[in-house]
């Protein structure tokens, strides 16, 4: 049985599978990015805390639910990471905003952090750390070891797709991190690509194939 949740929604699939389209420019590639991300957020943060407050409608007084505690935070993993940005400050206007940016020192194959940067009191928010494409796992399971060591607890991951072997690697690294995905494709190439993914989000989202 997989580790991660699936989110099969009609709009999201069909909007994937244009996404998926080699011949989608970048300008399509990325509103349908936001789109996804905005539908998958929905669901992501269904479970958020909420709490009952008094307020007055012009009818009567009544006692309803509120969002409770400090406001959530969205990690982006640079730069394919920023695709997601869009639609989930869409939806959450209020998150603030995280970034990690970490490249693999090609001699030793090391998470190398070139960037982060994150709000306070991360240990008190419910953190979602966001990446289109769970290929290996590596830059995943490195971005989650340095958010959990800024402090951060209550961690959900979001991507776009994701390969078997991904999924296996990070809820390993971190069981307690439960994973949101909108496709579980067959495998990763020779590359680390997703097979039958749709290439490198990077390039897709920022035209620099
Ligand atoms: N990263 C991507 O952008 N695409 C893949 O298929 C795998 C990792």
């Known amino acids: 049985m997989s580790k991660a949740n699936l989110i099969v929604h009609p709009f999201i699939q069909h909007k994937l599978t244009i996404m998926r389209k080699k011949e989608t420019p970048p300008a399509i590639f990325r509103a349908?990015?936001?789109e996804i991300s905005f539908?998958?957020?929905?669901?992501?943060?269904?479970?958020?805390?909420?709490?009952?407050v008094?307020?007055?409608?012009p009818v009567a007084k009544t006692s309803k639910p509120k969002l409770v505690g400090r406001k959530m935070c969205i990690h982006s993993i640079l730069r394919a990471g920023d695709g997601l940005m869009k639609g989930l400050l869409e939806l959450i206007p209020t998150a603030k905003v995280g970034h990690v940016g970490l490249y693999r020192n090609p001699d030793d194959l090391h998470a190398v952090e070139y960037y982060f940067k994150a709000p306070p009191n991360l240990d008190e928010r419910f953190n979602l750390v966001?990446?289109?494409?769970?290929?290996?796992?590596?830059?995943?399971?490195?971005?989650?070891?340095?958010?959990?060591?800024?402090?951060?607890?209550?961690?959900?991951?979001?991507?776009?797709?994701?390969?078997?072997e991904g999924?296996?690697?990070?809820?390993?690294?971190?069981?307690?991190?439960?994973?949101?995905?909108a496709a579980i494709d067959e495998k990763l190439n020779e590359k680390s690509y997703i097979v039958p993914g749709l290439g490198d989000a990077g390039d897709r989202i920022f035209g620099t194939l």
Do not use: W
């Open 32 to 34: 349908l990015l936001q």
């Open 39 to 52: 539908l998958m957020g929905y669901e992501v943060t269904r479970d958020l805390p909420t709490e009952d």
């Open 167 to 181: 999924i296996e690697a990070l809820s390993d690294a971190h069981p307690d991190v439960p994973i949101y995905t």
């Open 54 to 57: 008094e307020i007055e409608t």
């Open 130 to 164: 966001v990446d289109p494409m769970l290929a290996t796992g590596n830059s995943a399971i490195a971005a989650l070891d340095r958010i959990k060591q800024a402090g951060a607890k209550n961690i959900t991951f979001m991507c776009l797709l994701s390969a078997p």
